[in-house]
């Protein structure tokens, strides 16, 4: 059986803006942008010309799959780690087979799907999971991907995982400096890719202040 480590949050309210982006509300009254918001920054542009370059309905199959993949192998992990019994879906069972084998180095669960803010970042979101990854205290982000990818294709997720370190220790007063993305890979083996912390909490402090230049009248 996995341990759990408890908190009281506070539940969050969410709101969605017209184009896409989320909205949390503190509870001091503080409406705040969702850390995914601020690093699709980083990616905006490029999907708006993938878009274009495939054609609407063409790119509207593909995300609509890998959204609906990556859903599942996310609720996957989240019944393992409440310890329960994981059932995938026929057409998931190879990705989720060859993840498995890195359950074991999870434990000490902090936060799984736990919503988290930062006054400091004046961002919130929803963080994956907060546990030990191979005895460390780590933010854990689950991704799934078609293809293989580099750190270079990723840096949004660690800016991202980043800016829950620093909510999480706004909370809780604990520091976390381990960054971990596990990454299932169609016909792959799966990727882990480990980061510190302060090695990109900067970059994600950029992104909040370029999204600021474009939504001044937010905070």
């Not at 000490?108 to 999971?129: F, K």
């Not at 990454?183 to 510190?196: H, I, Q």
Request: glycine share 4%; charged share 25%.
């Amino acid at each position: 059986m996995l341990n759990h480590i408890y908190y009281d949050f506070p539940k969050l309210d969410r709101v969605t803006n017209p184009d896409g982006s989320r909205l949390y509300s503190t509870p001091s009254g503080s409406q705040y942008p969702s850390v995914t918001t601020i690093t699709g920054l980083l990616s905006k542009r490029a999907i708006i010309e993938w878009r274009k370059r495939v054609g609407e309905e063409v790119a509207f199959a593909i995300s609509s799959k890998a959204s609906k993949r990556g859903t599942a192998i996310h609720k996957y992990f989240e019944d393992y780690l409440n310890n329960k019994i994981v059932m995938p879906n026929l057409v998931d069972v190879p990705m989720w087979n060859s993840l498995t084998p890195l359950l074991p180095r999870i434990n000490n669960i902090h936060c799984l799907e736990t919503s988290l803010y930062s006054d400091h970042l004046r961002v919130a979101g929803t963080v994956d999971c907060i546990a030990e990854f191979d005895g460390k205290l780590s933010v854990i982000d689950f991704k799934t991907s078609s293809k293989i990818k580099t750190r270079n294709n990723i840096q949004s997720y660690f800016m991202q995982c980043s800016a829950y370190a620093v909510a999480f220790e706004e909370r809780t007063g604990i520091p976390v400096s381990k960054i971990v993305i596990l990454m299932g890979v169609d016909n792959e083996k799966p990727l882990v890719f480990t980061e510190k912390r302060d090695s990109w909490i900067s970059g994600f402090k950029a992104l909040r202040a370029e999204y600021d230049k474009t939504h001044l009248t937010l905070i």
